[in-house]
């Protein structure tokens, strides 16, 4: 009589080990602080909006976000709401910068997903997919997830490219939802963009490089140059800190608290650099990480 034979259990792979390149990249990230976490799964504990939705403002998702804006007070118009999201979307940005910097590979997000904290600032980006290239000396060039390999000079391209294809969809659609100008949209991406480059290289103890950067990536296309920020250094005390004046006012000053950021263009500059040394002095001094 023939036994039937033991069943076979099925079990999941570990996300390293079905996606070793973004697990990596993850891994080498997570010593530096991007202003938000980069998870490789979900959490039931955040409501996640993904690109689908942050693309669909007459969707209920992301009116619901839009309102929770407006209940902060951060967002008591069509366009003051637009601005607030992409301010917050461009800190997303800091997962491909960050892998730019620190691994010298470029990923491209293809599936995403983000959360927002109880205050409405980004909070989580969930990658759901991610394609990588970069260079040959890589340990990982030639995964499955590794699309090409490239050059060096090459790379920055391939970054200035990631970051576009990840943000146009969202400042496409705010664009005519909310009437808001795209050089606007692109001054609160390129706003969030540009404080990324600086504070990652920052930490790497090379913040000038993280300024350089930020410049020559928005040199690649006129649209962002117009829209991206002027990066300055301030000193204050023992330190000194690289500030900015956006290209376009978020209208925050539009909010009950009517308070102007110190980025807006609308404030003097006096007073946006007296602002700029009572912050730099407060500031504490850079401990560079190891990569």
């Given at each position: 009589?023939?036994?039937?034979?033991?069943p076979?259990?099925?079990?999941?792979?570990?996300?390293?080990l079905?996606?070793?390149?973004?697990?990596?990249?993850?891994?080498?990230?997570?010593?530096?602080?991007?202003?938000?976490?980069?998870?490789?799964?979900?959490?039931?504990?955040?409501?996640?909006?993904?690109?689908?939705?942050?693309?669909?403002?007459?969707?209920?998702?992301?009116?619901?976000?839009?309102?929770?804006?407006?209940?902060?007070?951060?967002?008591?118009?069509?366009?003051?709401?637009?601005?607030?999201?992409?301010?917050?979307?461009?800190?997303?940005?800091?997962?491909?910068?960050?892998?730019?910097?620190?691994?010298?590979r470029?990923?491209?997000?293809?599936?995403?997903?983000?959360?927002?904290?109880?205050?409405?600032?980004?909070?989580?980006?969930?990658?759901?997919?991610?394609l990588?290239?970069?260079?040959?000396?890589?340990?990982?060039?030639?995964?499955?997830?590794?699309?090409?390999?490239?050059?060096?000079?090459?790379?920055?391209?391939?970054?200035?490219?990631?970051?576009v294809?990840?943000?146009e969809?969202?400042?496409?659609?705010?664009?005519?939802?909310?009437?808001?100008?795209?050089?606007?949209?692109?001054?609160?991406?390129?706003?969030?963009?540009?404080?990324?480059?600086?504070?990652?290289?920052r930490?790497?103890?090379?913040?000038?490089?993280?300024?350089?950067?930020?410049?020559?990536?928005?040199?690649?296309?006129?649209?962002?140059?117009?829209?991206?920020?002027?990066?300055?250094?301030?000193?204050?005390?023992?330190i000194?800190?690289?500030?900015?004046?956006?290209?376009?006012?978020?209208?925050?000053?539009?909010?009950?608290?009517?308070?102007?950021?110190?980025?807006?263009p609308?404030?003097?500059?006096?007073?946006?650099?007296?602002?700029?040394?009572?912050?730099?002095?407060?500031?504490?001094?850079p401990?560079?990480r190891?990569?």
């Open positions: 009589m023939v036994q039937p034979s033991n076979v259990r099925l079990t999941r792979a570990p996300a390293h079905l996606r070793p390149i973004l697990a990596d990249t993850m891994a080498k990230l997570s010593a530096f602080d991007l202003y938000l976490r980069v998870v490789s799964r979900s959490t039931k504990r955040f409501d996640w909006f993904d690109a689908e939705t942050l693309a669909s403002p007459q969707g209920d998702a992301l009116t619901r976000l839009l309102h929770a804006f407006n209940r902060q007070g951060i967002a008591p118009n069509r366009k003051a709401a637009s601005a607030s999201l992409l301010l917050r979307l461009g800190w997303a940005g800091g997962f491909a910068i960050g892998a730019y910097l620190i691994c010298r470029v990923p491209t997000v293809r599936d995403y997903a983000v959360s927002f904290s109880p205050t409405m600032l980004l909070q989580s980006i969930w990658i759901r997919e991610a990588f290239v970069g260079m040959r000396d890589d340990r990982l060039a030639g995964g499955t997830e590794w699309v090409e390999t490239i050059g060096e000079s090459d790379l920055r391209t391939r970054l200035l490219q990631s970051l294809v990840f943000t969809p969202v400042v496409t659609t705010q664009h005519a939802w909310s009437g808001f100008s795209r050089h606007a949209l692109w001054a609160m991406v390129t706003s969030s963009w540009a404080e990324q480059f600086v504070n990652i290289a930490q790497i103890g090379d913040e000038p490089r993280g300024v350089r950067e930020a410049r020559a990536i928005f040199e690649l296309v006129p649209e962002l140059n117009r829209a991206a920020p002027r990066l300055y250094a301030v000193h204050g005390g023992h000194a800190r690289t500030c900015q004046r956006r290209s376009a006012c978020c209208l925050y000053f539009k909010s009950s608290t009517r308070y102007f950021c110190a980025s807006c609308i404030i003097p500059e006096s007073e946006r650099l007296e602002r700029n040394r009572a912050w730099v002095e407060k500031q504490p001094l401990e560079p190891v990569s």
